[in-house]
């Protein structure tokens, strides 16, 4: 049984109907542009093949009554009278809520199922996907146009202000305006964005370390500062104003700490244009090459990888037909990813699943991922629809 069929069961076992609407929003995994999206810089994530999924009805109340089938339990709340609780999953929907009114929409209220094939925590995103579903359901059920940088913008609000979780906006940029086939270059200053097509007979394998990220919000937070430390004294709004010139020239008067912040995000946005190139240009190699070097600069300066997530980046790299790995996401933990000629693909998991194995003792989940279309509304099939 699929996702969608599952979540559609579930609903008519709780409520007695067929949902009136399904909508499903993916997670992502970033190709390179990695902590340059509160720099204003680029990213070029992709939306991946896993995916939030809510089945759901409107109300002729204003209440939002929704069931999560992966933590067993219910949010019932009114939305005229949201208020902030002990953090849990019901905090997302109700801050997305919340920010959808203070922007200025009448908000129709609804019963649903959700149920996510994300790993929560790996760094792919499971939060954004969830924020997107909730926009989307509000859109379907409340009736105004799907605008994907603006859902997006919104998405990003209820993290930073009702969730509490300082992100940057990829993740919700993705997930809002996916494309299939394609990973997306995102200007995280504009959001504008440029589909860019993957190569030809290449996979995209997700690493998962089958670690998670437990230092990473003590840690996201101090690198933000550093960056901030750096924008001050460059006298930039952002990082992405710097030139790699100014930076050569200027760097032996930085903190030596904050030099290597602030070359990590210069030289990445560079990576990161280059890579749109190249893929452009049916270029495999050098987007491995490109790959490569990002992680290189994530674990040197940055410094935001972990044992198990180098250990896993230098098997892949060892493996024939792998043209380059990187971590993913914000690192201490969680995945990395891969690009992997098709031909060699099942011959690379097993050799790296086993490999990880004996060097770590932990037990790896890889899987290849299709790039997959932003939130949308899906249109139910007959044999979908549970009886």
């Known amino acids: ?74 949010l ?27 922007a200025g929409y009448a908000l129709t209220g609804w019963q649903g199922v959700t149920t996510c094939d994300v790993p929560m925590g790996a760094g792919l995103s499971s939060s954004a996907s969830y924020e997107l579903a909730i926009a989307r359901a509000f859109a379907v059920t409340s009736g105004f146009p799907w605008d994907p940088a603006k859902m997006a913008r919104l998405g990003q609000k209820a993290e930073n202000e009702w969730v509490g979780v300082n992100c940057g906006i990829m ?23 440029r589909a860019v097509p993957l190569p030809d007979d290449t996979a995209i394998v997700i690493l998962d370390t089958a670690t ?38 200027r760097a032996e008067t930085l903190d030596p700490i904050v030099r290597q912040r602030t070359r990590h995000v210069i030289t990445e946005n560079a990576r990161t244009e280059e890579a749109a190139k190249a893929m452009e240009q049916g270029d495999a190699e050098r987007l491995g090459q490109l790959m490569n070097a990002s992680h290189d600069s994530l674990r040197d300066d940055f410094e935001v990888t972990n044992d198990e997530l180098n250990t896993i980046v230098n098997i892949a790299r060892e493996q024939s037909g792998c043209l380059g790995a ?6 201490f933990g969680g995945c990395a990813v891969a690009l992997v000629r098709s031909k060699k693909l099942d011959k690379f998991i097993n050799s790296v699943c086993d490999t990880y194995t004996t060097k770590t003792a932990l037990s790896p989940n890889i899987y290849t991922c299709k790039a ?16």
């Open 1 to 74: 049984m699929s996702l969608i069929e599952s979540c559609v069961a579930e609903y008519v076992s709780r409520f007695g109907t067929q949902p009136a609407f399904v909508v499903r929003a993916p997670g992502r995994v970033n190709l390179i542009g990695e902590h340059t999206d509160y720099n204003d810089g680029f990213v070029m994530p992709l939306a991946i093949d896993r995916h939030t999924v809510i089945a759901l009805s409107p109300l002729d109340n204003d209440r939002m009554m929704l069931h999560s089938v992966e933590h067993a339990e219910q």
């Open 76 to 102: 019932d709340v009114d939305l005229n009278t949201l208020t902030r609780d002990k953090m849990s999953w019901r905090e997302y929907p109700k801050g997305v809520a919340k920010a959808l009114q203070d």
């Open 212 to 249: 998670r990220r437990g230092l990473v919000d003590s840690a996201y937070n101090e690198r933000r500062q550093q960056c901030e430390a750096a924008s001050a004294f460059f006298g930039v709004k952002m990082l992405r104003d710097v030139s790699l010139e100014t930076f050569e020239a």
């Open 372 to 387: 997959s279309e932003g939130a949308h509304e899906v249109v139910l099939h007959e044999s979908v629809i549970a009886s």
């Open 326 to 331: 990187r971590m993913t996401g914000a690192g």
């Open 171 to 193: 993740d919700q940029m993705i997930s809002a305006s996916g494309r299939e086939g394609h990973a997306m270059l995102i200007d995280c200053r504009d959001l504008a964005t």
